[in-house]
């Protein structure tokens, strides 16, 4: 695999596609074990999460429903001075068995906000699986309860993730050189 040129960025070959499918795998068969029964409904956050939901979802063989939704932040009243919002998601999550999948987890700051407004519908229970996460970025408390691969606090792309747009489309994970 070659360096790959993005905008004005050079980014180095990181996570092969065969590793990535087989973490995803893992995954799953983890979640097959841990939800046999119970049909959780996965919540999907795009953009960067579209492909490691769909591999994922492609591997489970228990009941499980899945929805794609967006966080949109913008200023508001709050204290905080922002407000996100979920577009897309128009379930009631009463008694649902949920399981948050994102792309990556870096300073925690998205799933530190976003969780506490999906607690409030009082869903059965709430995990999360993510495909990357950088622990020497986190701020914020997040456990991540289905994690693919702990990476270095570098800037990466591929597999969903892009720089300024472009980049989603690579099977493989490159990091910034
Ligand atoms: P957090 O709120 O945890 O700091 O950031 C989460 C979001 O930031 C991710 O869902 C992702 O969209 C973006 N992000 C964080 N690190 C990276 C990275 O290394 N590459 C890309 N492409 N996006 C990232």
């Given at each position: 695999?070659?360096?790959?040129?993005?905008?004005d960025?050079?980014?180095?070959?990181?996570?092969?596609?065969?590793?990535?499918q087989e973490?995803?795998?893992?995954?799953?068969i983890?979640?097959?074990?841990?939800?046999?029964?119970?049909?959780p409904?996965?919540?999907?956050?795009?953009?960067?999460?579209?492909?490691f939901?769909?591999?994922?979802f492609?591997n489970?063989?228990?009941d499980?429903?899945i929805?794609f939704?967006?966080?949109a932040?913008y200023?508001?009243?709050?204290?905080s001075?922002?407000?996100?919002?979920?577009?897309?998601?128009?379930?009631d999550?009463?008694?649902?068995?949920?399981?948050?999948?994102?792309?990556?987890?870096?300073?925690?700051?998205?799933l530190?906000?976003?969780l506490?407004?999906?607690?409030?519908?009082?869903p059965?229970s709430?995990?999360?699986?993510?495909?990357?996460?950088?622990?020497d970025a986190l701020?914020?408390?997040?456990n991540?309860?289905?994690?693919?691969?702990?990476?270095?606090?570098?800037?990466?792309?591929g597999?969903?993730?892009?720089?300024?747009?472009?980049?989603?489309?690579l099977?493989e994970i490159?990091?910034?050189v």
């Amino acid at each position: 695999m070659k360096q790959v040129k993005i905008h004005d960025k050079i980014f180095e070959p990181y996570l092969f596609e065969t590793e990535i499918q087989e973490q995803v795998k893992k995954i799953a068969i983890e979640i097959n074990k841990d939800y046999e029964g119970r049909k959780p409904l996965f919540i999907a956050i795009l953009n960067g999460s579209f492909m490691f939901a769909s591999d994922l979802f492609k591997n489970l063989t228990i009941d499980a429903e899945i929805c794609f939704i967006k966080l949109a932040s913008y200023k508001g009243m709050s204290s905080s001075g922002r407000v996100l919002t979920a577009i897309g998601l128009d379930m009631d999550l009463f008694g649902k068995e949920i399981i948050i999948v994102e792309d990556i987890v870096d300073t925690g700051k998205t799933l530190n906000e976003f969780l506490p407004k999906l607690l409030h519908q009082q869903p059965a229970s709430l995990k999360i699986a993510a495909l990357l996460h950088k622990p020497d970025a986190l701020v914020f408390p997040i456990n991540v309860d289905y994690l693919g691969f702990s990476i270095p606090n570098k800037f990466v792309v591929g597999y969903g993730l892009d720089y300024d747009g472009l980049g989603r489309n690579l099977k493989e994970i490159y990091k910034l050189v």
